[in-house]
């Protein structure tokens, strides 16, 4: 098996926010990671631009400071570091300033991919949009990639979509959740529709039930001012769970294609039955670091974890639920999509031989993986006992050293915009229904002026949301 590194079309990236927090963790990062595999062409170009004078020296300074905090140092080859330092250059614009902008206009070249990257908050999008446009900047296919949040409702969203319409077609805007570049989360597609083994089973005769778990171990940290004015709901459930919710329930799309994909995922949105509020629990981790510490007002009633449990109402999954669950100050860190199958309609074995339903599980993280727990025989004497084991499923033995490093969500995302692809970035009208459904639950929240109930740091959430599955007869798969 050969990994094979397509390089993209030449091409322009603006980063707007390039001096920013994003930019220096990810973007930049991601970046030089295509650049080592040979897949930036010699052609390649990034702008960075933010409000920081500066001259482009400067800033490849700190770009290269960036990668070495950022990268193992096993990948920081010096002469590779410097000929992607040479692909670097720097505009001092504010946004919301008429500074800079023919400067940049100046340095975009003709017959190249045009890209920019709204890596600012996003008041800042339409200044953006407006003075691309205006100084006639951006070109008739030139690419946008904007990052969470997108929208705090339904309301925002609407009216940031209305935004980037008034300059950006559709094709044009690239809505990043950076979940769906995971690897992991594309191969989930591959499992489904790549095989026929799986897809007869994918329905609520077969599926006893799906648990989506993102737990994060640290808590609000410095962002408390932030995350207060979100919660977990809208941080985490709206986009990210969504996200993985859509793809593991939607109808195989006809092709792999953007809109092919976006629309299964929307009729998926679409289908979700109202919440009843006791099918939700909403937490604030408490101990020797409480929430409550962590943000500025001591009455907060913002969760920093939330667990559901979903129906999706249509022929596909009629009573099969959908449990999802995120929070911070988690015992351990770990994303996963777990599918528990039904146990088998009649067994033949001894009562005592035990046997186990089948589990797919989908890791995001820590270390990305897919892992089938299949019931085999005992090995050795003493009859038939009955034991799970896992499915190896790993790529690494699979596939063996070629395939290299699992690319970060980001590499692939990016290198998606310039190519052009948008399968994996979120449609308007995905976001807005996804919005659509969750400003009715929280407004139920504020009208019920529900207190979230309070679990340990460093637990796996409250004993409310172990109830939520005991009361069904199932279980959370511990967080490991
Ligand atoms: P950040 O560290 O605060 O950086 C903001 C960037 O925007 C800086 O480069 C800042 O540079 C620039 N900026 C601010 N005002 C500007 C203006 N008027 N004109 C031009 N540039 C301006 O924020 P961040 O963490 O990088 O986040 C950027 C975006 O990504 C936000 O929308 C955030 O929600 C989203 N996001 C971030 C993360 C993350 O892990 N950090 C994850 C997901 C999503 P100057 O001060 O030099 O202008």
Redesign the pocket.
């Known amino acids: 098996m050969v990994s094979r590194v397509i390089p993209v079309e030449p091409f322009d990236l603006v980063i ?11 973007i930049l990062p991601a970046l030089f990671r295509r650049f080592s595999d040979g897949q930036m062409p010699e052609e390649a170009r990034i702008i960075g ?4 004078e500066q001259d482009a020296a400067a800033w490849a300074k700190w770009v290269e400071k960036a990668l070495k905090e950022f990268l193992p140092k096993a990948e920081l080859d010096k002469a590779l570091i410097a000929a992607f330092l040479e692909r670097l250059d720097y505009l001092a ?5 008429d500074g800079g902008w023919k400067e940049l206009k100046g340095k975009m070249r003709d017959g190249v991919t045009q890209a920019f990257y ?5 008041s ?1 999008f339409g ?1 953006l949009a407006e003075r691309l446009h205006s100084f006639e900047i951006a070109s008739s296919d030139a690419r946008i990639v904007v ?3 997108f929208g705090r409702d339904l309301a925002s969203a609407k009216a940031l979509n209305a935004t980037l319409a008034e300059h950006f077609d559709e094709t044009q805007i690239y809505r ?1 959740d ?1 979940y769906l570049g995971k690897e992991t989360v594309q191969n989930l597609m591959a499992i489904r529709f790549g095989n026929v083994l799986f897809e007869p089973l994918w329905n609520a005769q077969y599926v006893d039930h799906v648990q989506i778990t993102v737990a994060e171990e640290v808590g609000v940290g410095g962002r408390g001012a932030y995350y207060d004015k979100s919660g977990a709901m809208r941080d985490m459930v709206q986009n990210h769970l969504m996200q993985l919710l859509c793809l593991t329930a939607m109808e195989p799309p006809n092709k792999f294609e953007p809109n092919a994909v976006r629309d299964e995922k929307l009729k998926v949105i679409r289908a979700l039955d109202p919440v009843a509020p006791a099918d939700i629990v909403r937490g604030q981790y408490k101990g020797k670091h409480s929430y409550l510490d962590d943000v500025e007002d001591p009455a907060s009633r913002t969760e920093s974890y939330i667990a559901m449990k979903l129906h999706i109402a249509n022929w596909r999954w009629n009573g099969t639920p959908f449990y999802l669950r995120t929070g911070k100050c988690m015992k351990a860190r770990g994303s996963e999509i777990v599918v528990h199958f039904k146990d088998t309609p009649h067994s033949i074995f001894e009562a005592d031989a035990g046997s186990r339903a089948n589990v797919l599980s989908i890791r995001l993280q820590p270390d990305e993986g897919i892992d089938l727990r299949v019931t085999i025989k005992e090995p050795g004497p003493g009859g038939m006992r009955l034991v799970d084991v896992p499915l190896d499923m790993s790529f690494a033995d699979a596939l063996g050293s070629d395939v290299g490093h699992v690319p970060d969500a980001y590499e692939r995302l990016i290198m998606d915009v310039i190519r052009g692809n948008q399968t994996l970035f979120m449609r308007g009208d995905e976001v807005e229904a996804a919005w659509a459904w969750t400003d009715p639950i929280i407004e139920g929240w504020i009208e019920r002026a529900e207190k979230p109930v309070q679990y340990e740091t460093g637990s796996s959430g409250p004993e409310e949301a172990l109830m939520l599955l005991h009361r069904d007869g199932r279980r959370w798969r511990d967080i490991a």
């Open positions: 707007f926010g390039g001096t920013g927090d994003l930019a220096r963790r990810k631009a933010a409000r920081t614009i504010d946004a919301m300033g709204f890596s600012v908050g996003p800042l200044a990052e969470k949040p990043i950076h």
